[in-house]
Nanobody, 117 residues
């Protein structure tokens, strides 16, 4: 079964940290670019961070640069998002997303992150 399953969301105080995890199964994970998106009712969907299939290249939205770190473990079919110095505006539902060169896409069900001041 092709799926992405996120975990690690929850409540955090402003300035705190959370680590999101995404477990992939049912597809050749090592060939897919992995992304973390987030969605809020006001802003809509944002691309937060991207990591290449090998893990050698990463990109971040300016709003999280220097605070969030995306990483992956191809041996375990896992991708992570370490979120430090959290702010209330980081409150959102975070989604793991996989994309291939032939435009195939896979979405997880999301995990809620709520940051309070």
């Amino acid at each position: 079964q092709v799926q992405l399953v996120e975990s690690g969301g929850g409540l955090a105080r402003s300035g705190g940290s959370l680590r999101l995890s995404c477990a992939a199964s049912g597809f050749p994970f090592e060939y897919y670019t992995m992304n973390w998106y987030r969605r809020t009712p006001v802003v809509g969907r944002e691309l937060v961070a991207t990591i290449s299939s090998s893990g050698g290249s990463t990109k971040y939205d300016d709003s999280v640069k220097g605070r969030f770190t995306i990483s992956r473990d191809n041996a375990k079919n896992m991708v992570y998002l370490q979120m430090n110095s959290l702010r209330p505006e980081d409150t959102a539902r975070y989604y793991c997303h996989a994309s291939s060169e032939d435009t195939r896409e896979i979405w997880g069900q999301g995990t809620q992150v709520t940051v309070f001041s």
